[in-house]
């Protein structure tokens, strides 16, 4: 295989439906066949496109690695606050993904999409009240980050009960190992 040229290789960082529109001396963008400068002057800048092209062929190279690698039972999980709206959680649900939901508005949109409770994972640091109310109705897991967030738990079951939906959501404890990492005090987690 010969070398790319600077123009394929700048190509490889945009998705994978996107193609070079050539046409009489002038060239265009598109995505999905969308031509990029129609879709701006329609919808004006900054536009922000997800090509649903991209985000299977990225979905088949996890679940394939997985497979070739772990011979275990997986999972995969989208991280609803890298961008979730009604949409993308359809794909999730399309998908047979889980979906980490950090509060109460984005698992308002994974129950939007028909998720099953099973697969709408709860998970993020200060969680408000409404945020486990919300998971203790609607998910099938929670991740409990301190033991105050496990007591606030356990306040809302005693007040309100299981959930209409299978009874109690599954915990899993977040720990803290001790483990000191010498970084900026703004950034460190976990200490």
Known sequence: ???ISLLEERLMLFPVSTRLLEEKGSASLSISGLDLATLADQYGTPLYLYDASTLDFALDEYRTAL???YPGESGLTYAGKAFLCLAMAQ?????????DCTGVGEIAIAVAA???YQRILV???NKSQADLNAARTFAGTIVVDNLVELGSIEKSYAVHGRNRVEGFPNLWLRLRPGVAVDTHAHIQTGQ
């Open 114 to 116: 028909g998720i099953p």
């Open 91 to 99: 794909w999730v649900e399309r998908k047979g993904l889980w979906v």
């Open 123 to 125: 998970h993020g640091v």
């Open 67 to 69: 497979q070739r690698y």
């Open 1 to 3: 295989m010969g070398k």
